[in-house]
């Protein structure tokens, strides 16, 4: 069932597929927050079609340099997969190329972990030339080297390329200085974009900018077409926004303001995307004020809260003031059971029943005025 083309991990096609997720507890990671990231690779996986059967979760205090996980949980996991069927395995972190090719020989069927997977989402989404050149060099940075993983696949393969030996390292190295040469060229082209955002930035710094923030699918496009009045892409599903769109806004007669959306974040955000989405990211280093959208109903809201701050506080963003709106508070029947602390510097709104939208207005209004009490 899996040719040669399943090799490249950045060109999956996942539909109908059925998997399992693999993660693994250890250090001092607690189990709440072992529980938190499976439960997002599921989502994130099922974003992409797969059907996830089963999650295995081992305790160890190191992670296996060959293997990730312990060879034993391994031998359990490949009898689960041939005895339910299963196509794919998905490990809930960032495997090593050696790690890969080691648990895919193992296992015997693909293993994608969770930049992979992260990244045939973003792959899927980009529409932008700006973003489609971020994501293909984040692809680029990922598969550079786990080059060798896909010779080895090919080899192994019958009948399709041929290659062996001294002819696939040559092969390999011409691959490499390839990807080389990519890697500069979209780095080049990159520069010239992030210069002129730059300079539309500068422009825009006369402007009120206000920009939105939040984990995936918390509702930023969602509020931005209900402030703006205009429609935007937004799904029911992870990273529906990856490009960034400003809109003017006008909050009253009084004020209009330029209103930012962008790329979600989540939880463990690849490094290589984090810094190949860095001028789309750094449009929120323009903003006077965030709004830090954040779903109410998710069990995980807090988690999601940390997420986000701590990739503001990456980006350099974490002085920026923030209002905390909480959305999606149609779902709550009026109980929030999360146990989530809403003060009364935060807002509570939908974006479906307007609860909140006009007293947003009124807290952008005030954060605007000459004295307001982010100002002294
Ligand atoms: N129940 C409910 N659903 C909402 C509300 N606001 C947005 N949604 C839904 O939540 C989902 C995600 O909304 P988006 O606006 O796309 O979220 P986003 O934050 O832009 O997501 P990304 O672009 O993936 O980062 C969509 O299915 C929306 O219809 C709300 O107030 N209540
Ligand atoms: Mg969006």
């Known amino acids: 069932m899996f040719s040669e083309s399943s090799s490249d991990k950045l060109n999956f096609d996942f539909q109908h597929l059925t998997g399992i997720v693999v993660s693994l507890k250890c250090g001092e990671t607690t189990l709440e927050d072992v ?27 190191f992670i296996d340099s060959a293997y990730y996980i312990g060879q034993g949980k391994l031998e359990e996991i490949r ?23 080691n648990i895919e020989k193992f296992v015997g069927k693909p293993i994608l972990d969770r930049t992979a997977i992260i990244l045939n989402i973003f792959k899927k989404r980009a529409k932008s030339n700006e973003a489609k050149l971020q994501v293909e060099l984040a692809a680029l940075e990922y598969q550079m080297p786990r080059l060798r993983n896909m ?9 399709v390329v041929g290659i062996r030996g001294g002819e696939g390292e040559k092969q390999l190295e011409l691959d490499k200085r390839m990807i080389k040469n990519r890697i500069t ?10 210069t002129q955002m730059k300079t539309r930035r500068k422009k825009r710094s006369y402007s009120r900018n206000v920009s939105l923030a939040g984990y995936t699918n918390a509702g930023k496009t969602s509020l931005m077409n209900l402030l703006s009045k205009k429609t935007l892409f937004a799904e029911n599903m992870m990273f529906s926004t990856i490009d960034s769109t400003v809109r003017k806004v006008y909050i009253n007669d009084d004020l209009s303001i330029l209103l930012n959306d962008t790329v979600g974040f989540i939880n463990k955000l690849p ?9 789309t990211l750094d449009e929120i280093l323009g903003a006077d004020l965030i709004l830090h959208v954040i779903d109410i109903s998710s ?3 807090q988690e999601h809260i940390n997420s986000v701050e701590q990739i503001l506080r990456e980006i350099g963003a974490d002085h920026i003031p923030i209002i905390k709106v909480y959305n999606k508070a149609d779902l709550l029947d009026g109980i929030i059971e999360n146990g989530m602390h809403i003060s009364p510097d935060d807002i509570l709104i939908s974006t479906y029943t307007k609860q909140g ?5 009124e807290r952008i209004h005030q954060f605007f005025l000459p004295d307001n009490e982010f100002n002294q």
């Open 35 to 61: 529980n938190y990231s499976v439960s997002e690779i599921i989502q994130l996986a099922k974003t992409l079609g797969v059907t996830i059967e089963n999650k295995f979760i081992q305790h160890r205090k």
């Open 271 to 279: 490094c290589s995307l984090v810094a190949s989405f860095k001028s």
């Open 357 to 361: 939208i006009e007293t947003l207005k």
């Open 185 to 194: 060229a979209i780095t080049k082209r990159l520069e010239k974009i992030d």
């Open 79 to 101: 009898c689960y997969m041939i005895e339910n069927n299963i196509d794919i395995l998905i490990f809930d972190n960032e495997l090593s190329g050696i790690q890969e090719r």
């Open 299 to 301: 069990e995980f809201a």
């Open 151 to 159: 010779w080895t696949h090919f080899s192994r393969s019958e009948g």
